[in-house]
Structure formats: C-alpha cells, structure tokens
C-alpha cells in the first residue's frame, strides 16, 4: 500500500512541475532537447528527477517527441513538427521565437530585434530551405 502523505506529495509536485514555467520559455526548448541529460529540482533543491527518468511527463507537457528527448537527431523530424515544438512558448521579445529555434535547425542567423516576429519566422524558414537543399 502507498503511504497517502507520499502519494500526495508526489501528485503535488507532479501538478507545480507540469505548471512550471519553464516548460513554457522559448529559449529552454533547446536547453531542454540538446544535452544528454537534464536534472530537475524543486524550488527547495529537492531532486526530482531527469529528463530519462520524467521523459513520460515531459513529453505529456510539451508534446515533444520521446526520440527527440533522447537525443535522435532533430533532422529525423520534420520541419513543421520541430517547429511545433515552439508553438505554446513564450518570450519576452516577439523576435525570440523564431530565434530561439536556430539551434534546433542547426542553421544560423543574424538576429535583427525590431523586425517583428513575422519577418524573423520568414527568414528562419528561408535559412531552413537554403541549407536543407545544400545537404
């Protein structure tokens, strides 16, 4: 039988974690998928977990495939699902969303703040095209 103060500890920190904010940046999305391991704590330094051990919640919170969290190669995926990943997360700057996407696509770009999120997306979808059908 499970201890119900652990039971509800766990669905506790479950409900804050699946809340958390960083969940919802634009620029963890890279920090999320790229290293090979991420260690998640609780705002009290209690470990919780890492991306291996949470990727089912993970992938529940951000819709990001768990071959992806496990390091398969992004290029495996297609353009419009990477981008997906990017759709529910916010930045300070409109412009970020687009940016914070290049290390994704492994492309480079100059970053031009002030040219709204629009004219970024369309420049990142050029550079995508341009160096998808250079490899």
């Known amino acids: 039988m ?7 500890c766990q669905l506790l ?10 969940f919802t940046r634009g620029w963890t999305l890279q920090e999320l998928i790229a290293p090979k391991s991420v260690e998640f704590f609780s705002k009290s330094w209690e470990p919780l977990g ?4 949470l990727i089912t919640i993970i992938h529940e919170i951000t819709q990001i495939p768990d071959e992806a969290l496990q390091g398969v ?14 759709e529910r997360r916010e930045t300070a700057r409109k412009e970020d969303q687009a940016y914070s996407l290049l290390g994704i696509f492994d492309v480079y ?3 031009i703040y002030s040219e709204g999120k629009e004219h970024a997306f369309t420049r990142l979808r ?10």
Not at 13 to 22: P, T
Request: charged fraction near 30%.
């Open 109 to 111: 770009m100059p970053l």
């Open 2 to 8: 499970v201890d119900t103060d652990e039971g509800l």
């Open 13 to 22: 920190w479950e409900s804050a974690f699946r809340k958390s904010r960083w």
């Open 50 to 53: 890492n991306k291996a051990s």
């Open 73 to 86: 190669q992004l290029s495996n995926f297609s353009i419009t699902e990477r981008m997906s990943w990017a």
């Open 126 to 135: 050029e550079v995508i095209n341009v160096d998808s059908k250079g490899k």
